[in-house]
């Protein structure tokens, strides 16, 4: 029994000393200060690192007033290059290596786990059209003009004209192809993986010239004017990205723009988060800026890169806050470890935005060069 209690004291004091170096106290009076409940959370995390940070919280056993700023905060402070030694500690935001991300066996199970799990959860959540990416908050005041604003920033960038037809990869609930066939006049095809986001996407645009699939990409053999791909790229998986980039190449007509929208990482990576994969986004992981160069070599003219991540935080602030004032006319669909859960992926998640670990990319390509589109 001592050697238990030993055990157990020495695991939190390592906890609170690399804590402390970041500026966070166990159970401290700030905001960003973690409220400890069970005093076996110290050994979970130093065991199972963040997936059991992050299951110690749907189990209870912790809180946080401020989630997004304790992770603004253990980001900041680069806590995954100060540890060292046999406790192999994994406070950090592990990355796992994964075999089979992004397969078309798999494809599928992303649409499953994630998208389909409640159109009502996502309608709570989200703007009026339902846009599941980050928005472009440069001049606007709510979530709902950012979000247009971003859907238009999208056409412009490809120069979208009436009559044209596009190609959206990964179209959700149909909010850009809804959006183009309004304001531009086109026709859209927009191909998604959740059998949820087909039945509502052909439910809201039934009376537009646009068509949602339930495909895989790789099943795409038609031409295009313009292809927009809008947060699906994170699906892929790094040993598929040169063939994604194969299929919009055939997809898109010699003079037509590609506009990949994408979250990206400062470093090169082969998996995801753990905890993030198992709840959230199975199958996932960040392309970063060599990656997606090398998938792109000999096929395509880079003609714009732009980053806008840090709206990614707000974007995810705004999600936070519909979750939150709308919880009460959703909850009886889920329960609370689910409150627990998409609580802290959302918080979480602002936090990486907010210490720029995480990007968001709109890159526009070309087959041969169009500087005069662009």
Same mark, same amino acid.
């Given at each position: 029994?001592?050697?238990?209690? %030993?055990?157990? /004291? ?14 966070? %106290?166990? #159970? ?7 409220? *400890? ?7 979970? *995390? ?5 997936? =059991? ?26 806590? &995954? ?26 494809? !599928? ?6 998208? @389909?799990? =409640? ?7 989200? @703007?009026?059209?339902? %846009? ?69 996407? &052909?439910?809201?645009?039934? #009376?537009?010239? *646009?068509? %949602?699939?339930?495909?895989?990409? /790789? &099943?795409?053999?038609?031409? !295009? ?5 809008? =947060? ?10 040169? @063939? ?9 007509? &010699? ?9 990206? =990482?400062?470093?090169?990576? /082969? ?50 806050? #519909?979750?939150?004032? #709308? ?48």
């Amino acid at each position: 029994m001592q050697e238990i209690i %030993t055990r157990m /004291r020495k695991e939190k004091q390592i906890i609170e000393s690399l804590l402390y170096d970041a500026g966070i %106290t166990i #159970n401290g009076s700030e905001p960003h200060d973690p409220q *400890v409940h069970n005093e076996n959370f110290y050994g979970r *995390v130093l065991r199972q690192g963040s997936l =059991g940070l992050g299951e110690s919280y749907m189990d209870g056993w912790w809180d946080c007033e401020q989630l997004d700023q304790l992770f603004h905060k253990l980001i900041l402070a680069e806590l &995954d290059r100060k540890v060292r030694g046999d406790l192999n500690m994994m406070l950090k935001v592990a990355w796992s290596a994964v075999i089979g991300i992004g397969s078309k066996l798999k494809a !599928f199970e992303i649409g499953r786990h994630h998208y @389909d799990i =409640g159109n009502d959860l996502y309608r709570a959540m989200l @703007d009026k059209r339902l %846009t599941y990416t980050c928005g472009y908050w440069k001049n606007a005041k709510n979530l709902n003009e950012a979000q247009e604003a971003k859907l238009d920033l999208v056409c412009e960038k490809i120069g979208l004209r009436h009559g044209q037809k596009i190609l959206d990869i990964g179209s959700g609930w149909g909010s850009f192809i809804g959006f183009a066939a309004e304001k531009y006049k086109v026709s859209a095809v927009g191909v998604t993986i959740s059998k949820e986001q087909k039945e509502l996407a &052909d439910k809201l645009y039934r #009376n537009l010239p *646009v068509e %949602t699939r339930l495909q895989d990409y /790789r &099943d795409i053999n038609e031409k !295009f004017d313009h292809v927009v791909s809008l =947060g699906m790229f994170e699906h892929v998986g790094y040993k598929h990205y040169r @063939d994604f980039m194969k299929i919009v190449h055939g997809a898109l007509k &010699d003079d037509g723009l590609f506009l990949l929208h994408t979250i990206g =990482g400062n470093r090169s990576v /082969r998996g995801t988060n753990p905890w993030i994969g198992k709840y959230i986004f199975p199958n996932s992981m960040l392309p970063s800026v060599r990656q997606i160069s090398k998938a792109i070599e000999g096929l395509f003219v880079m003609e714009d890169w732009h980053n806008f991540g840090a709206y990614y935080d707000k974007t995810l602030l705004a999600w936070h806050n #519909n979750f939150e004032n #709308n919880w009460d006319k959703i909850k009886s669909n889920y329960d609370d470890k689910f409150y627990r859960m998409w609580t802290y992926y959302l918080l979480s998640c602002a936090g990486s935005f907010r210490a720029r670990k995480n990007q968001l990319w709109q890159i526009v390509l070309s087959k041969k060069g169009c500087p005069e589109r662009v």
